[in-house]
């Protein structure tokens, strides 16, 4: 079981990557391209490539966070219906916990309820995660306050780690969601 869950989060892990910086790039390019043409399409030289280039990162930086809340919910669904290491996860058509039917073609409307207890889930994990990692941190380390080294960069390492146990703490939390040998 240990290999299923190490697979469905590494793939997970790069659908959300991926999927978080491609629609934060687009929608920073948007952006971009918004304020360029506000401008008024101004012949592009040295200085005003600087300036878009500079406009662009801003936008992605704030786009990065967007596009992730966007990411963890597209990426539930395909955690269902992928063979991963001999296993596989499968949400049943009702909450019953003996219920061995399953849904076959996963639509986002199926999902609301999944990805609410999934997400508090998630939400609660990285929140512990932060509690201890800022506990040793005060023990171990010269650090003496959470802003020395908590960044935006820390947070995603966490909510990674976080995704991986939710995964297994989802399953048994939530009465629809089944795992299948595949």
């Known amino acids: ?83 991963h290491s001999g296993f596989t996860l499968k949400l049943k058509t009702c909450f019953k916990e003996r219920s061995s039917e399953f849904i076959e073609i996963i639509g986002y409307g199926d999902l609301v309820k999944v990805w609410r207890k999934w997400f508090m889930t998630l939400i609660w994990l990285v929140g512990a995660l932060m509690v201890v990692a800022l506990v040793c941190t005060y023990i171990f380390t010269q650090y003496h306050s959470l802003f020395d080294w908590f960044n935006i960069t820390m947070l995603y390492i966490f909510i990674a780690i976080g995704a991986y146990l939710s995964f297994i703490l989802i399953v048994a939390r939530c009465k629809k969601i089944g795992v299948v040998k595949c």
């Open 1 to 83: 079981m240990i290999k299923f869950y190490f697979s469905l989060w590494f793939s997970w892990l790069i659908r959300v990557i991926s999927c978080t910086l491609f629609i934060a790039g687009c929608l920073a390019t948007v952006i971009t391209l918004f304020v360029y043409a506000k401008q008024g399409f101004i012949l592009i030289d040295k200085d005003i490539l600087q300036a878009l280039i500079a406009v662009w990162k801003f936008w992605f930086a704030i786009s990065l966070n967007l596009a992730l809340l966007f990411a963890l919910f597209r990426s539930i669904k395909y955690l269902f219906n992928r063979c």
